[in-house]
Nanobody, 124 residues
Framework: QVQLVESGGGLVQAGGSLRLSCAAS????????MGWFRQAPGKAREFVAA????????LHADSVKGRFTISRDNAKNTVYLQMNNLKPGDTAVYSC?????????????????WGRGTQVTVSS
């Protein structure tokens, strides 16, 4: 069992930055691939980024490539999402998820555990 708790969301102006954190409890954190997803009101959940357990391989959605960076610290059981040059279209609830297969996946149905999410609001 893995429990995930996100933090770091908030209100920021367009062009600003935020860093989201996702703290995991449970054993074998480094054996899980971790993903970030977001969901805006009235829209489907959208893949943002993923990172393998070792941290060596990452995958970012085209919509955030060059602006967002996923990383992890296995010693702290934490995964991060650094978000730069934020746009109003990035406004959403951001959630982290864990995938026990340790593959880089963009399909939310492939993930085993989810956090409750943190709100990110970008004003114009």
């Amino acid at each position: 069992q893995v429990q995930l708790v996100e933090s770091g969301g908030g209100l920021v102006q367009a062009g600003g930055s935020l860093r989201l954190s996702c703290a995991a409890s449970g054993r074998s954190f480094s054996s899980y691939a971790m993903g970030w997803f977001r969901q805006a009101p009235g829209k489907a959940r959208e893949f943002v980024a993923a990172i393998r357990g070792s941290g060596v391989s990452t995958l970012h959605a085209d919509s955030v490539k060059g602006r967002f960076t996923i990383s992890r610290d296995n010693a702290k059981n934490t995964v991060y999402l650094q978000m730069n040059n934020l746009k109003p279209g990035d406004t959403a609830v951001y959630s982290c998820a864990a995938d026990g297969s340790d593959y880089l996946r963009g399909n939310p149905h492939e993930y085993d555990y989810w956090g409750r999410g943190t709100q990110v609001t970008v004003s114009s």
